[in-house]
């Protein structure tokens, strides 16, 4: 009987997107200084990974006391993002209450990992009257209460997380007959983020080494509202879909924008040689699709009218 009752609560948190990790052995875990991350479990077809940093403390402050912290990340394709919101938690076994934090988040290329730092202080979590710990294990999990996938080209997502705020991009950018470009420099259609106006440039036949393709994020000052602003942090993830596997070539950066640059990238993003092997995926009958997964950081033009 226990057996049956067993099985059919863990069909019941299958049901309801619940995802239960019981740890044993955590005080190794704490000699180790070490977190652990779990194997993938699938919801809505996803698959999804949880870790746990049972030693992490405020961003820039080492002499703060030690946390227990939670983290979903996925493998996210550029051809889409995921929106989602997660209560995590921390059971106490021994008064079956929980610790719980709710957190919203769009999964994309550019940020793969979302979550709550510093959840509850360590020597909470280790006091046994607290009930978190018992017999050196401790039950963490999360539930995805809401849950979007969404195609991203060129579809812009703001969140806000405390008081920081963040622009969201994916951008591809299809290519029918790469072969056939006989330019030195392409650009895209231009596509809009944070109130800025930007394209992506690229060089067919790299610049002066031309044994590689050159890919660059272009800001376009004449068509942008505004000026960027010295406070304005830029991540970015280019890539090139692969036809045959979930693989991605990905090239990443970040960058504070000054008042001189106006292009940022990569002189030698791949090779040629290797970009056109038909065996690597990237280039099929001359067609193929460069993406650049864009997030910016702090005082954006559609943020300065608020």
């Known amino acids: 009987m226990g057996a049956s009752n067993s099985s059919a609560h863990e069909t019941e948190q299958k049901k309801r997107n619940i995802f239960v990790w019981k740890i044993d052995g955590f005080t190794s875990l704490l000699e180790q200084g070490e977190g652990s991350t779990t194997t993938p479990f699938n919801m809505h077809g996803i698959r999804w990974y949880l870790s746990m940093n049972p ?20 493998h996210v394709s550029p051809d889409y993002m995921l929106e989602t919101k997660f209560k995590y938690f921390i059971q106490a076994c021994k008064y079956g209450r929980h610790a719980e934090r709710e957190v919203s988040h769009t999964y994309m290329v550019s940020s793969l990992e979302c979550g709550v730092a510093c959840m509850l202080p360590l020597e909470t979590v280790k006091d046994s009257s607290a009930g978190y710990l018992v017999h050196d294990t401790i039950v963490v999990g999360v539930e995805l209460q809401k849950f979007a ?12 997380v405390g008081k920081k705020r963040s622009s969201s991009l994916s ?4 290519f029918e007959d790469f ?34 393709v ?7 000052r004449s068509a942008s509202r505004l000026q960027p602003s010295s ?76």
């Open 149 to 160: 996938k969404v195609p991203c080209n060129g579809v812009e997502r703001i969140s806000c």
């Open 231 to 306: 406070g304005l942090m830029v991540d970015v993830v280019f890539s090139i879909n692969k036809s045959q596997s979930d693989g991605y070539n990905k090239q990443t950066f970040r960058y504070n924008f000054t008042g001189s640059n106006t292009a940022w990238g990569f002189r030698n993003f791949i090779s040629r040689e290797e970009f056109k092997d038909p065996a690597n995926g990237y280039l099929i009958k001359g067609r193929c699709t460069f993406n650049a997964s864009i997030t910016i950081f702090g005082s954006t033009n559609d943020h300065a009218s608020d």
């Open 171 to 174: 951008y591809n950018w299809c």
């Open 179 to 212: 072969l056939e470009l006989n330019k030195p420099s392409v650009t895209s259609e231009p596509f809009q983020i944070a109130g800025y106006t930007w394209r992506l440039k690229l060089k067919p036949q790299g610049g002066s080494n031309k044994e590689y």
């Open 214 to 220: 050159s890919l660059y994020l272009v800001l376009d």
């Open 55 to 74: 030693t992490d403390r405020k961003t820039g402050d080492t002499s703060s006391e030690k946390h227990l912290s939670l983290f979903v990340s996925v």
